[in-house]
């Protein structure tokens, strides 16, 4: 189960107990870990979501963004043929990219045993700063620094 779950009030229609939080407009919105159902809006007291080490807040919008990204993984792996093909270019030679459902889905359980390794609760790097608070190591920033453009991505990440 993804560090940033928590038990939600009620079971989800799907019968899950874990749910997961994803700030939407400066809302903590509740989703079910297993269906993705939203659930409901959580107060900040319920969530304790300002409290949050800098590793926590992190590894939070990195489960999130993988999440985003095995959702996508399971779309593609669902179409007829298990890919998906995007021709970007020109227009006068384009570039065929071919995205696979199967290698979109393994890329993120990768994410997901380096987040583990080195996410809360884990310290193999040994990174601390001046005052000796633990922050995020190299490996944690380079793993969210291709999600810099979303909303949520903070500058102070950024390796």
């Known amino acids: 189960m993804p560090s940033h779950a928590f038990d939600l009030r009620e079971p989800c229609a799907c019968g899950s107990t874990a749910g997961r939080i994803e700030n939407r407009n400066g809302q903590n919105c509740v989703f079910c870990v297993k269906c993705d159902d939203y659930q ?3 107060p900040r ?3 304790d979501r300002y409290r949050q080490s800098v590793v926590d807040q992190l590894a939070a919008f990195l489960n999130a ?3 985003e990204d095995a959702q996508t993984g399971r779309r593609i792996k669902a179409t007829r043929h298990g890919t998906l093909i995007v021709a970007p270019g020109d227009g006068e030679s384009p570039t065929v990219v071919e995205i696979s459902g199967d290698r979109l889905l393994a890329e993120v359980e990768a994410k997901r045993r380096i987040l583990a390794e080195h996410g809360p609760g884990s310290d193999p790097c040994d990174a601390h700063d001046a005052e000796f608070r ?3 190591c190299t490996t944690l920033l380079l793993l969210a620094l291709p999600y810099a ?4 991505y903070r500058e102070e990440w950024r390796p």
């Open 40 to 42: 409901y809006n959580a």
């Open 45 to 47: 007291t319920e969530v």
């Open 65 to 67: 963004r993988l999440d």
């Open 134 to 136: 633990t922050i995020p």
């Open 149 to 152: 453009n979303h909303r949520d």
